[in-house]
């Protein structure tokens, strides 16, 4: 089964963009997953291919029609996931993205404007989808991160099978920090215990880095990953607390 990508956008162009290039862009060339384009604007009925319209009620900027939205993904769709990029979505998550990047594709819309009619949302089965409370000019560069990240978890595309697992947010966890040669750099040494052979040891020490940098750094990581250990968020309480 070979992961296949269709994204729906006004600017076709931009694909493959930096998917073509490095993990992705080798793994495109061997057949390791596939992509597919389709303009949204091929799908206007009118002379002038209109994709968008002013907001119902008045206010700034223009909305994207259902009905030539959802044209274009009628044109498509096969039973993969739909995926619309927004920052009205839910939060993309590691676990969220190897469920889709086991699967047999997905279909990405990319927004633009002020966003979609609600009501292609209520007609059609779509997942709406954020990579952060920030926003871009559309859904294009989201969708390639949303993509990129499915795609290196697909068969022989890294270099290590393992690579894939010891990542940040594999185990709730912010990954350990990482160190290669020179030994020593501007004072700075490589930790003692990694360069002592002792695999059990270092092991410790990477999660224990792991805990303590999740912990520091992103709390609301660190909260979720107690409920998960614990069952309750009293636990995690705790366990912040310690």
């Known amino acids: ?11 076709p162009d931009m694909f493959p963009g930096p998917l073509g290039v490095s993990l992705a862009g080798r793994a495109l060339e061997e057949d390791k997953w596939r992509l ?4 949204i604007r091929d799908f206007a009925a009118d002379r002038h291919r ?13 909305v994207l029609r259902c009905d030539v939205v959802a044209a274009a993904l009628d044109s498509v769709a096969d039973g993969r996931p739909v995926l619309a990029m927004t920052p009205r979505g839910k939060p993309l998550t590691q676990a969220r993205v190897r469920t889709l990047a086991a699967g047999e594709g997905a279909i ?8 979609f009619d609600e009501r292609l949302f209520e007609a059609r089965e779509i997942e709406e989808v954020s ?41 709730g966890l912010l990954e350990y920090p990482h160190y290669t040669r020179p030994v020593e ?5 490589i930790p003692e215990v990694l360069r002592s052979g002792d695999h059990a040891k270092i092991a410790a020490w990477r999660k224990a880095r792991a805990i303590e940098d999740t912990r520091l750094r992103r709390p609301d ?22």
């Open 131 to 171: 990579i952060g409370d920030f926003i871009l000019s559309g859904g294009e560069l989201a969708a390639m991160v949303l993509l990129d990240a499915c795609i290196r978890l697909q068969g022989g595309v890294m270099g290590a099978a393992s690579s894939g697992e010891e990542e940040s947010f594999e185990e």
């Open 36 to 39: 597919d384009v389709t303009n």
């Open 50 to 62: 209109t994709v968008d319209d002013t907001p119902a009620g008045g206010g700034a900027g223009m």
């Open 185 to 189: 750099w501007e004072g700075r040494t």
């Open 221 to 242: 990581l660190w909260e979720r990953h107690g409920d998960a250990a614990d069952g309750s968020p009293s636990g995690a309480r705790r366990k912040t607390q310690d």
């Open 108 to 115: 990405v819309l990319c927004g633009r404007f002020e966003g």
């Open 1 to 11: 089964m070979t992961f296949r990508a269709s994204v729906l956008t006004l600017y």
